[in-house]
């Protein structure tokens, strides 16, 4: 226990020097949640392994950390640089890039946008005429004390963008709301993104998570997603942190009648990531696509618990999750489909496939449906399993190195989810990931 | 160009391939026959390179060079293509993609330049011509969901981007149509060459009058009992394989009798 307090008193230092410049700033009502928040964490604590949902991700690692709340905002030229290549040119004049969790207004780039649309950090969003609708809808997909990591956020709210549409508008490129870290050592960062798209809107969203260098942090996020009756919004998340860094967060989204959320998780990096999905269809004619790829190598655990409700009738929900597993790497899979009662005329899709590259990698899947509607077409599975030796000996009979075989084969792998995403920018990074670096590791 | 000596193989412990000789030169077209389960596709696989065969006994000689002692791609690399009788679907990897990875794997071997995507484009669209093959399946995954007979003539496909020096066809003429035989026999016509050589696997003598061989081989149980022309075939056409269980059982009961 003397640990636990240890750990809680040097968050607390980290949070007391952000809420006073917090209180000071924002309106009362988002300082005293920060406040309350903050108890609930120090009530709480990180997860232990007891605990079932995180039975097979151990966050100790993070609790030992001493990570503190960053205080520069600024990359130097040369990472500001390369953070500047690695931005996606479909999103040329609609991104804003975080740095550490704050708004970096050099690297955001914006053209107009249609009448009524907000895109701005969620610091501004709250300071300014959208606090009111922010009061209501922050924490309302969310809960602030679902877990100690929701609640450590929650306590410095603040960071991290708003996003909104209105009724009917339609974004034509895609936003990507970018967050670098790294500049400083150890920092902690929570950004939130809050996305609410109102009544027969639609837009793309990426959000990504990316290091301006190879360091340890630790990224602790919560995004919220309000669809509305009618809306569309295709969501992608890309998650390239460093290797040292650790990365937990948290996508829940609540889709309106009729609505389409359409969500697609690429796991890259980080020394040990957790994604938190959570869906929620409680309108009648709603439909979600939650899927994932998540390539893990060497030192890397990436935990995926997905939860997915049919609360409403006539709802459709598809799910497929695949993962690429190389060195030692671990990866749990946790997908829940809940059919509520009344649920009638569900869809419920559910997938997850792995494919290990090395005899040391390990994954842990558990899909799981459980159905309380009778008129219900539900189906779920999910394999672990090696390339395909024949498959192998075929390409290789056509002259193909045996690593280069390997690789196209690992790419065939992912190929189902790499045709599903519609930004040229995100594919190719994937296509690399996957051709080139797969490999490299394996040599080293 | 090929020589096997006393070649033994086998297979899970079971020996598949026990002494077979054989000797292909440039320009030679070789049928091998026999009935189910013989060893022909295990013979096939074994001079590819398959890796879950062991060759407990013999060698096989390719050009000078010891073939067992290359692996599977740097045999094709070096010239060597196998037809599969059943080929592999390969979800997820485009049939255009996996043929051009294949075809500048080669050309990089032959110290020759690698063709783009678009130069093999044209490249690939010309050789799919001659196999009557639709542009459609190029861009399909890898035989996937292909029909028996489209499996088949994409397998001629690849020989005919690879322009191998030793084609191994085995039964390629099975589950084909009457116009796709025509199809399938030009493609390996047109790779016949002063330089390079044909091992054909099949069971029917049709396909022998589009593609004429130099010798029959007749493979049983692992070895070649009998070798010939091309009237071995219709021989075989009108006289089954009983004969070669009688031999087999006469020699055997000879044996015993010694
Ligand atoms: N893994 C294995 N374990 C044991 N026996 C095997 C294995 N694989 C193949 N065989 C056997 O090897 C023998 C030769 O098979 P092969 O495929 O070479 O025959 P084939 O002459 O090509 O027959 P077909 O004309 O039917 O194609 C068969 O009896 C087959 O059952
Ligand atoms: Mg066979």
């Known amino acids: ?444 | 160009m090929l020589e096997i000596r006393n070649l033994h193989a086998k297979i899970d412990g079971k020996e598949i391939l026990r002494g077979i000789d054989l000797s292909v030169k440039a320009g030679e077209v070789h049928a091998i026959m026999g009935p189910n389960g013989s060893g022909k596709s295990t013979l096939a696989k074994v001079v590819a390179g398959h890796p879950s065969y062991e060759v407990t006994a013999g060698e096989v000689i390719y050009d000078g060079k010891n073939l067992l002692a290359l692996d599977p791609d740097e045999r094709a690399r070096d010239g060597i293509f196998l037809a599969f009788q059943y080929p592999v679907e390969v979800p997820g990897v485009s049939n255009a993609q996996f043929l051009r990875l294949a075809y500048n794997e080669r050309r990089k071997h032959l110290g020759e330049e690698e063709l783009d995507p678009l130069e093999f484009k044209d490249l690939l669209a010309e050789r799919a011509k001659i196999v009557e093959m639709d542009a459609g399946l190029m861009s399909r995954s890898v035989n996937e969901g292909f029909s028996g007979g489209e499996k088949k003539r994409n397998e001629i496909l690849q020989m005919a981007v690879l322009e191998p020096r030793l084609a191994v066809l085995d039964e390629t003429d099975s589950g084909l149509d009457i116009d796709a035989l025509r199809v399938v026999s030009a493609g390996v016509n047109r790779l016949r060459r002063p330089d390079n050589a044909i091992l054909l696997v099949t069971h029917y003598q049709r396909l022998l009058n589009y593609i004429v061989p130099d010798f029959v081989h007749v493979l049983y149980k692992g070895r070649i009992v009998r070798s010939g022309g091309k009237e071995l075939a219709l021989e075989l056409e009108e006289k089954g394989y009983d004969w070669l269980r009688d031999e087999a059982k006469r020699s055997e009961q000879s044996a015993v009798t010694v």
């Open chain 1, 1 to 444: 226990m003397a640990t636990a307090t240890k750990e809680k008193s040097e968050y607390r230092e980290a949070w007391e020097e952000s809420q006073r410049r917090a209180a000071t700033v924002l309106p009362a009502w988002a300082a005293r949640r920060r406040a309350a928040a903050f108890e609930t964490f120090e009530r709480l604590g990180f997860p232990t392994t007891d605990q079932e949902d995180w039975k097979y991700t151990n966050v100790a690692p993070i609790a030992r950390s001493p990570f503190a709340a960053p205080r520069g905002r600024s990359l130097t030229a040369g990472e500001a640089g390369a953070v500047a290549q690695s931005l996606y040119a479909e999103a040329g004049r609609s991104r804003l890039v975080f740095v550490n969790g704050y708004l970096s207004a050099s690297l955001s780039s914006l053209g107009a946008l249609p009448a009524g649309v907000v895109v701005s950090s969620l610091w501004d969003a709250l300071c300014g005429g959208r606090a009111e609708m922010l009061r209501e809808r922050v924490g309302s997909a969310a809960a602030a004390d679902a877990d100690g990591f929701a609640a450590l956020n929650a306590a410095h709210l603040g960071e991290g963008a708003f996003v909104y549409l209105p009724e009917g508008v339609r974004l034509e490129a895609p936003l990507h709301l970018s967050f670098v870290a790294g500049d400083e050592d150890a920092p902690l960062v929570n950004p939130r993104v809050v996305l609410v798209a109102e009544r027969d809107s639609s837009a793309t969203i990426i959000e990504s998570y990316e290091a301006s260098r190879d360091s340890a942090y630790f990224t602790n996020a919560v995004v919220e997603v309000f669809v509305g009756d009618g809306a569309r919004l295709t969501h992608y998340k890309v998650q390239r942190e460093s290797e040292q860094a650790y990365h937990v967060a948290t996508t829940a989204a609540e889709i309106g009648r009729g609505g389409v959320y359409d969500l697609t998780t690429i796991t890259l990096g980080a020394r040990l990531s957790r994604h938190g999905v959570s869906v929620r269809m409680a309108r009648e004619g709603a439909e979600c696509w939650v899927d994932g790829l998540y390539l893990v190598g060497a030192g890397q655990h990436a935990d995926t618990h997905s939860a997915i409700d049919h609360v409403a009738p006539r709802c459709t929900s598809h799910q497929i999750y695949k993962g690429i597993l190389d060195g030692d790497a671990r990866a749990v899979f946790n997908g829940k489909v809940f059919v509520h009662p009344g649920a009638q005329a569900t869809d419920a899709q559910q997938t997850n496939k792995n494919l290990l590259l090395s005899p040391d990698a390990r994954v842990d899947t558990k899909p799981q449906l459980e159905i309380f509607a009778d008129d219900v077409k539900c189906s779920h599975g999910a394999t672990v399993g090696q390339l395909d030796e024949e498959e192998l000996f075929y390409l290789k009979s056509r002259g193909l190195h045996d690593e280069l075989a390997r690789n196209l084969l690992t790419y065939g792998f992912a190929e189902e989810l790499i045709e599903k995403i519609k930004i040229e920018s995100i594919k190719r990074q994937l296509d690399e990931a996957i051709l080139n670096r797969l490999h490299a590791r394996l040599e080293a």
